[in-house]
């Protein structure tokens, strides 16, 4: 779909750019051509590399998006206004009933402000997460969008009163989370693939880092690197480009072995069969406890505070006094679901084919 008839007839934009976005609109955008929904995915080129991008659009089965606005890499508020203007452009010629966006990424933001000023009605899926820092580009971006946004899809009870307490109460709706769906639809094929050469199962750790007040600052950067080095296992860190561009590959630990970020499948498998996850991402706090693997996130505060409980997810700031080896050898408490019963992109489908039907 690429000509300006068949745009307008659309019944829902989704506009998404970032890596975490293409893994929650795969059960979405599922769940939205079941109910007979006319849905067109707006790509606006935040991510562009083949292993931030293409590789999730093919493995997944996401629908081509109808357009790419290809903004790419920038300053925060150059990205993000390239964004605007050109989600705009769209907008006016494809006219939806909705506008879609997901999670807390400068994408999110830009799709929810040139909707609403558009006067389109906007949903948001994973609204009411906090994280209470203002210094993290993620919560201005989920706060902005929470609160111009007409239908607020909640991933926890957690999350719904956050809103609450900011005078958030209408048509916010706590489905779980996507990001559910999405690994039980995959898990199965992820876990018949191989790991790394070099790594057997339960023999290793998994680590990820690409927040900017983790990687942009040398010292922190090499303060996590110290740590990772007394670990007694190798350790697999499929490296974000953000993250290279900081490094120097020749000077790394020698219990490291790095590669390229890794599609989706290769990741649940990575992950799945790990003796544990070292991580600053938000999403991959939740996949390890679904996949009943402990946690250790590389930041002071998280939005996914249910992790924390029972020892699955444990914060470590960078620089902090506490071992992480302390840390890796508790055992975590009896296991138990958490973010619903994967069924979100189904109960979300049902209440936006209600919305747009009165
Ligand atoms: C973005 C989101 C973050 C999310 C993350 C997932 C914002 C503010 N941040 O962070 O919430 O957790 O995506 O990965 O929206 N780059 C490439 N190739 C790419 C993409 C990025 O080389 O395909 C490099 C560029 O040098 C770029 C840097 O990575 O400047 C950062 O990318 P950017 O999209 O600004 O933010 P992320 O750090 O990926």
Known sequence: MNNSKEVS???????????????KAAPVSKA???????????HTGQHYDEKMDAIFFRELSIPFPVENLRVGSDSHGRQTAKMLIGVEDFLRKSNPALVLVYGDTNS?????LAAVKLGIPVAHIEAGLRSYNIAMPEE???RMT?????????PSDHAAENLRTEGIVNDVFVTGDVMLDAVNAFREAAFLRTLPEGLTRDSYYLLTIHRPSNVDDP?????????????????LWPIHPRTLARLDVSKLPQNLI??????????LN?????????????GMQKEAYWLQRKCITLRKETEWVETLEGGWNTLLPPGSEVEIAAILARTPDSWKPLYGNGNAATDIAANLLQFLKT
């Open 270 to 282: 990575a992950l799945g069969k790990s003796k544990a996850l070292i991580t600053d991402s938000g």
């Open 32 to 42: 939205l051509a079941h109910v007979g929904l006319r849905e067109g995915l707006l």
């Open 219 to 235: 010292d922190r950067l090499a303060c996590i690197l110290r740590m990772i080095e007394t670990l007694d296992y190798p350790v």
């Open 9 to 23: 007839q659309l019944d829902v934009v989704t506009v998404l750019g970032a890596r975490p976005q293409f893994i």
């Open 140 to 142: 201005v971006n989920r």
């Open 258 to 267: 790095v590669s390229e970020p890794l599609g989706y499948l290769d990741l």
């Open 146 to 154: 929470d609160h111009i946004s007409r239908l607020l899809f909640c």
């Open 108 to 112: 999110t933001l830009a799709g929810a």
